[in-house]
C-alpha cells in the first residue's frame, strides 16, 4: 500500500531520511509511514542480579523505565538489530542467549515484539541522550520506586525469575478487535 497523505493531519507526505532509511513523513507534523507492520525487539540484559533499564525521553512513554529495544530495519537481521538498540541506547555490549518473550499484537498495524535475553558483555550505562535520559543497571528493589511501563514490569519477573511465557496475549485487544468484526459483519 502507498500512502502518500498523512493520516494525522492530511498534509502530503515527503521522503525523509529516517534512522538510515528512506520513509515517507509528514513535514508538517510528526507523523511517520512505517507501514502496515512492525517488528520490534527487547533485550533483558543482567549483570550482577540487576536489570538494565532506559527512561524514555520520547513518546510513546516518555519518562517511564522500559528494557532497551527498537525496530529492526528492512536490511538488518533481528539479531543485530536487539545488539545494536542496545548499544546505541546504553553504550552495552551485549550477545543473544535466546528469545524469552513473544508479544503479538495484531492491528491495523500488525505489532510483534520478540524479547531476548541477552549475556552482558562490556560497558558503563550511558543514556544516548535522544530517545533515552537515563539508564543503569537496577535491582528488583530499587525498581519498585521506578515508573516502569507495564510490559517492561513482567519482562522483569522475566528476567528475574528466568520463566519463558512465549507467547504474552493481550485479550482485552483481541476482544475489541472481535467486537468490532462483529459489527462490520451485521452493518
Known sequence: ???????????????????????RACPNCSYVFWGNYSVGVGALVMKDQKILLIRRSQNPGKGKWTNPGGFI?????????????????????????????????????????????MNYIEGKPRADNVEVDSAGFYSRKEIETMN????????????????????????????????????????
Open 148 to 187: 516502569v511501563a507495564k510490559l517492561t514490569k513482567e519482562l522483569i519477573n522475566v528476567a528475574f525469575d528466568n520463566p519463558s511465557y512465549g507467547l504474552i496475549s493481550n485479550a482485552n485487544q483481541i476482544a475489541d478487535y472481535e467486537i468490532h468484526r462483529i459489527q462490520q459483519i451485521r452493518s
Open 73 to 117: 530495519e528492512q536490511h538488518e537481521s533481528i539479531e543485530q538489530t536487539v545488539i545494536r538498540e542496545v548499544y546505541e541506547e546504553t553504550g552495552i555490549i551485549t550477545r543473544v542467549k535466546g528469545i524469552v518473550a513473544l508479544r503479538d499484537l495484531p492491528s491495523e498495524v500488525h505489532n510483534v515484539y520478540l524479547v531476548f535475553s
Open 1 to 23: 500500500m502507498k500512502v502518500n497523505y498523512c493520516l494525522s493531519c492530511g498534509h502530503s507526505l515527503e521522503l525523509r531520511k529516517i534512522g538510515g532509511e528512506s520513509r
